[in-house]
């Protein structure tokens, strides 16, 4: 196929795009490179099979011209604002880069007639809840811009699959980790710990509890997912049985780097501002669909470290 990937530069679509190529289809990443880096593709940049466009989604009448020459017979829709905080901050950031985005995809993907959408979604979209999260439940209620974005998104891809006759598969991603990756817990606790090695500052009481997924079993997954589910809208989780606490991995960085930094919690349940102390994701539909992780969360944990570190 000829498949158009937004945010390919990315830490998720990088690895998409090496999985993509693998299978023989030809691949034209779009990307701003706001959180995606340029050597993240470098490998495949020249290949006669896979175009690297440096351009913002918002760029309407761009974007037009990039589906009028492409002619593509799929889009993966992976752009969007990944840092949650840096969202919950400023709610402009995920009304254009999470939400606007997806919407002008859509109306290149009508106008241009692409009848097959990959999305990818968030455990965000549920909101704060002690209920084990299905792809059924309700209400919907995100308490980060990030994840109203995501939900919004959803909404009008639900839209215009049908009125459009758009295949579409959802995947809702939980904490993904692992090479590439330009943030999260992980990230900031290694590089913090460069600068001070002697103490490693947690947000929140470190007890914040979440399955955690590493890169190349989501991007296994989703390709399970596109092959596998055959309804027009399909969506489903996309995780790991087991979940990992911010204490466990403040831990397991610590000893991973070798080093006897002493932990200190700044308090409260949760690290900022809409960030969601504990989730749990049910698995059934994907399992029983034939899919599950290689690595349980404290494994994919503990790989994304070492792989992180060059080990």
């Given at each position: 196929?000829?498949?158009?990937?937004?945010?390919?530069?990315?830490?998720?679509?990088?690895?998409?795009c090496?999985?993509?190529?693998?299978?023989?289809?030809?691949?034209?990443?779009?990307?701003?490179?706001?959180?995606?880096?340029?050597?993240?593709?470098?490998?495949?940049?020249?290949?006669?099979?896979?175009?690297?466009?440096?351009?913002?989604?918002?760029q309407?009448?761009?974007?037009?011209?990039?589906?009028?020459?492409?002619?593509?017979?799929?889009?993966?829709?992976?752009?969007?604002?990944?840092?949650?905080?840096?969202?919950?901050?400023n709610?402009?950031?995920?009304?254009?880069?999470?939400?606007?985005?997806?919407?002008?995809?859509?109306?290149?993907?009508?106008?241009?007639?692409?009848?097959?959408?990959?999305?990818?979604?968030?455990?965000?979209?549920?909101?704060?809840?002690?209920?084990?999260?299905?792809?059924?439940?309700g209400?919907?209620?995100?308490?980060?811009?990030?994840?109203?974005?995501?939900?919004?998104?959803?909404?009008?891809?639900?839209?215009?699959?049908?009125?459009?006759?758009?295949?579409?598969w959802i995947?809702?991603?939980?904490?993904?980790?692992?090479?590439?990756?330009?943030?999260?817990?992980?990230?900031?606790?290694?590089?913090?710990?460069?600068?001070?090695?002697?103490?490693?500052?947690?947000?929140?009481n470190?007890?914040?509890?979440k399955?955690?997924?590493?890169?190349?079993?989501?991007?296994?997954?989703?390709?399970?997912?596109?092959?596998h589910?055959?309804?027009?809208f399909?969506?489903?989780?996309?995780?790991?049985?087991?979940?990992?606490k911010?204490?466990?991995?403040?831990?397991?960085?610590?000893?991973?780097?070798?080093?006897?930094?002493?932990?200190?919690?700044?308090?409260?349940?949760?690290g900022?501002?809409?960030?969601?102390?504990?989730?749990?994701?049910?698995?059934?539909?994907?399992e029983?669909?034939?899919?599950?992780?290689k690595?349980n969360?404290?494994?994919s944990?503990?790989?994304?470290?070492?792989?992180?570190?060059?080990?």
């Amino acid at each position: 196929m000829k498949v158009l990937v937004t945010g390919g530069a990315g830490f998720i679509g990088s690895h998409l795009c090496d999985s993509l190529l693998t299978e023989g289809h030809i691949i034209t990443v779009v990307d701003n490179l706001i959180l995606g880096k340029k050597e993240n593709i470098i490998h495949l940049i020249g290949r006669g099979d896979f175009y690297f466009i440096q351009e913002d989604l918002l760029q309407f009448v761009t974007l037009k011209k990039i589906f009028n020459e492409g002619q593509f017979d799929m889009v993966f829709h992976l752009a969007a604002n990944s840092d949650i905080q840096k969202g919950s901050n400023n709610p402009e950031v995920d009304y254009n880069l999470t939400f606007n985005t997806t919407f002008n995809v859509l109306q290149c993907m009508r106008e241009y007639k692409v009848k097959k959408l990959f999305f990818a979604s968030s455990s965000a979209i549920f909101g704060e809840t002690s209920a084990q999260l299905s792809e059924d439940y309700g209400p919907l209620q995100p308490i980060s811009n990030y994840g109203a974005g995501k939900l919004a998104s959803e909404a009008f891809i639900s839209s215009f699959s049908y009125t459009n006759n758009i295949q579409t598969w959802i995947t809702r991603f939980p904490n993904i980790v692992g090479e590439r990756f330009t943030h999260g817990v992980i990230y900031d606790f290694i590089n913090n710990l460069k600068k001070e090695p002697d103490v490693l500052t947690v947000l929140g009481n470190g007890e914040q509890n979440k399955p955690y997924l590493y890169v190349k079993d989501l991007i296994e997954g989703i390709l399970f997912v596109c092959k596998h589910a055959k309804d027009r809208f399909n969506v489903y989780n996309l995780g790991s049985d087991s979940r990992t606490k911010v204490k466990e991995i403040a831990k397991m960085v610590i000893e991973e780097m070798m080093l006897a930094a002493e932990i200190i919690y700044t308090g409260g349940d949760r690290g900022w501002v809409g960030d969601v102390p504990e989730f749990k994701y049910d698995l059934t539909k994907i399992e029983t669909l034939g899919w599950q992780a290689k690595y349980n969360s404290n494994d994919s944990v503990r790989l994304a470290i070492q792989k992180a570190l060059g080990k």
